[in-house]
C-alpha cells in the first residue's frame, strides 16, 4: 500500500515538470502586460474568433524590420506568411537590411521623428544604441527573464532596465570532435592533454593533431577566464575586469600548454585549423555552433560537446554568446502594440521554434527548452544547447573589440617569451583601458573576418 502511494506521487510529480517545462517558450513572453503609453488602457483580449473575412478598414498592419542572415530571413518569411495566415485582423509588411548599422541608422531617424517600425527582429547588439538613444519601449511585465539562457539575460539590458525579448541563441563557441576516433571527447583538459601525449603519430605521413586551439583569436582565449571563476566586464556597470586571478590562471594555462610542455601547436590560422579537422588531422577543435554543418557535409562523423572543464581547475569554460531578439518601437501603442505582442507570442511558440531548429544555425533562448522534444532526439543540438547555458553575453561591439585586441596582442607577446603570464595580466587590463579612452588606437582584429561564413554554411 505505501509502495502503491509512493508511486502515485513520483508520476504526479513528473507530470508537473514535465508541464512546467514543456511550455516554457509560452510562459517566456505575455501579450497581457500593461499598457504605457500616455492616455491609453488596455483592452482585454477577445477570446472569441470569426470566420468571416476582415475588412481592410479592420485590419491592423504592423511593420517589421529585419537584419538576418539568409537561411534565417527564409525562416522569418515563412513564420510570417504563417502567422497572417492564422490571424486574419493582422497584416506584417516587413523590410530587410543587410547591415544592421543601416537598420539602426534609419531606425534611431525614424522613431525620433515619431514614426518608423513597430517591430524589430535584430541582434542583441541594438539594445546598446538604440535603448541609449531613448528609441525602443522597456520591456516591464511581457518576459520572464528567469526563463532566458543567462548570456542573453546579461545583455538584455540597459541601465539596469530591459529593453529586447530574447528569440534565439547564436554565436558561441563548442568542442568539436571526430566520433570516428574518439567514442567520447574529454570532460577536462588534463584528459585532453593525456590524449596528445598517447597519440602514435603515423610514419612518413603528415603530421596529426589531438587537439588544437585557435590561440590567436581573443575569442577563443575568453571562455577560459569564465571557467576560472571570473570574467572580463562587470554586465552593470560594464567596467573592465581584465587584471584577475582568473585571466592570470588562464594564461598560465597557456604557457604550460604552448611554451613549458609543447602540448599544443600555435601559429595557425582559424581556416587551417578548420580544414585539418576536416581532413581527419585534427582530432578536436574548438569552433562556432553555426560551423556544424559545414563539417557534417564535409564527411566527418561530427560530434559536439561542451568545452572539457579547465586544466587544474573545476569550472567548464564558458563561451561568449548572443542572439536574436525582438525591440518594439517606443511610438507603439494600442492595437498596434497588441499585434506587436502576438506576434512575437507567435514566434516563440513550440511550432515556430522547431522549424527554426530545422532551418538555422541558431537555437532556442529559453533555459526549459532543453527539455522539449523539438531538441532532444538531436544530439548536435542538445549537446550545443547544453554549452549555451553556461555561455556570457557578449558585450556591445566597441567594449567587445578593446577587449579582444588587448588580450591578442599580449598573449602572443607572452607564447613568444617577451612577457611573463603575471605581467601580461596586468597589461591586458591597461591596454584595454586606453584602447577605449581613445588614447591608443583600436584595429578590428581578424576575428570578425575569420567567424565561419553563415551564408555559406546554408544559413
Known amino acids: ?17 514535465f508541464c512546467l517545462t514543456s511550455t516554457a517558450g509560452c510562459r517566456l513572453f505575455s501579450r497581457e502586460a500593461e499598457e504605457t503609453g500616455p492616455g491609453l488602457e488596455t483592452e482585454e483580449e477577445s477570446s472569441e474568433t470569426s470566420d468571416e473575412p476582415v475588412s481592410s478598414e479592420s485590419m491592423t498592419t504592423i511593420e517589421l524590420w529585419d537584419c538576418l542572415e539568409p537561411g534565417e530571413r527564409m525562416a522569418l518569411t515563412g513564420s510570417r506568411s504563417k502567422f497572417i495566415s492564422e490571424h486574419g485582423g493582422i497584416d506584417i509588411e516587413a523590410r530587410h537590411f543587410r547591415s544592421q548599422e543601416e537598420l539602426q541608422d534609419q531606425f534611431e531617424a525614424a522613431s525620433l521623428a515619431g514614426a518608423g517600425p513597430q517591430l524589430l527582429l535584430l541582434d542583441f547588439e541594438g539594445v546598446h544604441r538604440l535603448a541609449g538613444a531613448n528609441v525602443v519601449r522597456e520591456i516591464v511585465d511581457e518576459v520572464d527573464y528567469t526563463l532566458v539562457l543567462n548570456g542573453l539575460e546579461e545583455i538584455a539590458k540597459y541601465d539596469s532596465k530591459n529593453y529586447i525579448v530574447p528569440f534565439r541563441a547564436y554565436d558561441f563557441l563548442v568542442l568539436f570532435f571526430n566520433r570516428d576516433i574518439l567514442t567520447d571527447a574529454p570532460d577536462d583538459f588534463e584528459s585532453v592533454f593525456s590524449y596528445i601525449q598517447e597519440l602514435e603519430q603515423p610514419e612518413e605521413e603528415e603530421e596529426i593533431y589531438g587537439f588544437l586551439l585557435n590561440e590567436s583569436e581573443g575569442d577563443w582565449i575568453i571562455p577560459f ?72 557535409d564535409s564527411g566527418i562523423n561530427t560530434g559536439i560537446v561542451k568545452i572539457p572543464r579547465v586544466w587544474e581547475g ?31 507570442s507567435f514566434m516563440l511558440g513550440e511550432e515556430t521554434q522547431l522549424e527554426w531548429n530545422k532551418n538555422t544555425m541558431t537555437i532556442p533562448a529559453v533555459m526549459g527548452a532543453g527539455n ?12 550545443a544547447f547544453e554549452q549555451a547555458k553556461i555561455c556570457r553575453g557578449k558585450p556591445y ?52 573576418d575569420s567567424q565561419p561564413d553563415q551564408e555559406s554554411n546554408g544559413q
Request: aromatic share 8%; proline share 3%; hydrophobic share 40%.
Open 225 to 296: 577566464i569564465g571557467g576560472y571563476r571570473d570574467w572580463i566586464i562587470d554586465y552593470e556597470s560594464n567596467s573592465l575586469t581584465l587584471d584577475s586571478q582568473a585571466m592570470q590562471e588562464t594564461l598560465q594555462f597557456l604557457d604550460y600548454a604552448y611554451n613549458q610542455e609543447g602540448l599544443l601547436t600555435g601559429g595557425m590560422e582559424y581556416g587551417e585549423i578548420s580544414e585539418l579537422f576536416k581532413s581527419g588531422r585534427a582530432h578536436m577543435i574548438i569552433d562556432q555552433y553555426c560551423a556544424a554543418d559545414e563539417y557534417v
Open 314 to 344: 573545476t569550472g567548464y569554460p564558458t563561451p561568449l554568446i548572443s542572439g536574436l531578439g525582438f525591440i518594439i518601437n517606443i511610438n507603439t501603442y494600442g492595437e498596434q502594440l497588441d499585434a506587436a505582442r502576438e506576434f512575437i
Open 372 to 383: 522539449e522534444e523539438y531538441i532532444i532526439g538531436q544530439p548536435l543540438l542538445e549537446n
Open 1 to 17: 500500500m505505501e509502495l502503491s502511494k509512493i508511486l502515485i506521487m513520483m508520476i504526479v510529480i513528473i507530470f508537473l515538470l
Open 397 to 448: 561591439s566597441k567594449l567587445i573589440m578593446v577587449i579582444r585586441n588587448a588580450i591578442t596582442d599580449n598573449v602572443k607577446s607572452m607564447l613568444a617569451g617577451d612577457i611573463t603570464p603575471e605581467d601580461a595580466v596586468l597589461k591586458i587590463q591597461e591596454d584595454a583601458i586606453r584602447l577605449r579612452s581613445g588614447s591608443q588606437p583600436a584595429e578590428e582584429t581578424r576575428q570578425e
